[in-house]
């Protein structure tokens, strides 16, 4: 059964960066159709970015030019590196797999 872990979220300032990491256990032959989610408070779950089959890669407009998604098949490992951080990308950030999702990061951006 595939589990998703993410980690590195926090705290930072207007205008900082953080990169977060989701690893996957279990029987996972590639990193291709996974994805970041964030959910903000009172808001719906929003699709950030996912990597599709070829490396190619989505982002959500809110974040273009800002985030960036990659990741490591060998490791089972998707990243998201996010820089220019607004206070507006504060949000809980899930990992998610075809119908598996992480328990969630925290982000929060605030002065």
């Known amino acids: 059964q595939v589990q998703l872990v993410e980690s590195g979220g926090g705290s930072v300032q207007p205008g900082g960066s953080l990169r977060l990491s989701c690893v996957a256990s279990?029987?996972?032959?590639?990193?291709?159709?996974m994805a970041w989610w964030r959910q903000a408070p009172g808001k719906e779950r929003e699709l950030v970015a996912t990597i599709r089959g070829g490396g190619n890669t989505y982002y959500a407009d809110a974040v273009k030019g800002r985030f960036t998604i990659s990741g490591d098949n060998a490791k089972k490992t998707m990243y998201l590196q996010m820089n220019s951080l607004k206070p507006e990308d504060t949000a809980v950030y899930y990992c998610?797999?075809?119908?598996?999702w992480g328990q969630g990061t925290q982000v929060t951006v605030s002065s």
């Open positions: 279990g029987t996972i032959f590639s990193i291709a159709n």
């Open positions: 998610k797999w075809f119908d598996i």
